[in-house]
């Protein structure tokens, strides 16, 4: 078949091809320890699901409006006034099917030949890929562990020209779990009031945050900016409900409206019993994400720790998302059994092969010296695996 040339200039998600291997040597009956998951391990909490019940067995499993029900639309709003002081009205939202989607509209209705896309590194794998499928130009910021995996107002002011038409911020980050302040946001979007583009703001993590942490968006720091941001934000991480695909974006009507212009001539209104669903996570009972925080906090100080025990490997203290993202280069150019490992992709194939351990190589993300390890599976495997990675560093010459 002759394809579209737009299909050879991406890639396909690498963290959900690295789980589907991970998941396809354990049906072989392979004890592999799974580190790629990019899902809270917890059940969806019994309200919602409760919420998704009721709505199949009233009927309401129709079409709904493209850009989400008004129910869904005020309930975000009530969310976005309650966590964020963040006002919005119906016709700046739009529910698509899981943040990604939102993600996606977005690029669609606002970039296009020849724009500029600023995104920090290390990223989440879908940044670059919808911004070149738009017909971008990525254009990234390096950031290292010395600098908390943060970007500065010299860097950013630094990358800005005349073709920037947005940036992208992720916090807590995917993959690194790092979190910016108050004072760094503000500083950041001090840089950006003196330019014109879009802030997209990507808060799918907001709730899942440690060290006592508050949160903070850009234009929840900066209420100046807030004509030109865009909130992401969904119910796939918060209540671990990825499977359901509800996402959100809060922004300018002009664009909401390009958006759900694009998401009609695609994929219409998401599952109206997601939408019923999502209407009780933001409305209702929110214990089960104040529970999963504190195991999350748990197994992040452990992991951590255990990583930074290791010798040769240094791992950046995360406090936020359920990533660590250790740097192992140290070890790069050591070899098992006369194969060297060069960089973060041999290393995972090593530690997949010789140690039945799947996480995330950091070129994924965009950084090579690194890996992605999600905590988001049970405090066994982490102990477990964490002792099979140890024993495999190890064995290296
Ligand atoms: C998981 C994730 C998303 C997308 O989540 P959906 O399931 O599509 O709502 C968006 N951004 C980041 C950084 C993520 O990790």
Redesign the pocket.
Known sequence: MHLADRVNKIKPSPTLAIDAKAKALKSQGLDVIGFGA?EPDFDTPDNIKEAARKAIETGFTKYTPVGGTDELKDAIIAKLKRDNALDYARNEISVAC????S?YNISQALVQEGDEVIIPAPY?VSYPDQVILAGGKPVFIETDEGAAFKITPEQLEKVITKNTRALIL?SPC?PTGSTYSLDELKSLGEVCLRHDFAIIT?D??ERLLYDNQTFYNIATALPALQPRVIVVN?V??TYSM?GW?I?YAAGPADLISAMTKMQSQSTSNPCSIAQKAAVEALNGPQHAVASMVVEFEKRRTYIIDRLNAIPGVSCFKSTGAFYAFPNFSQIYGKSFEGKVICNSTDFAAYLLEQARVALVPGIAFGADKFVRLSYSTSMRNITEGLDRIDTAVRNLK
């Open positions: 990019g899981g943040a990604k989607h993600l989440w992720n995917n990507d799918i993590y969904g796939s991480k990825t695909r996402g």
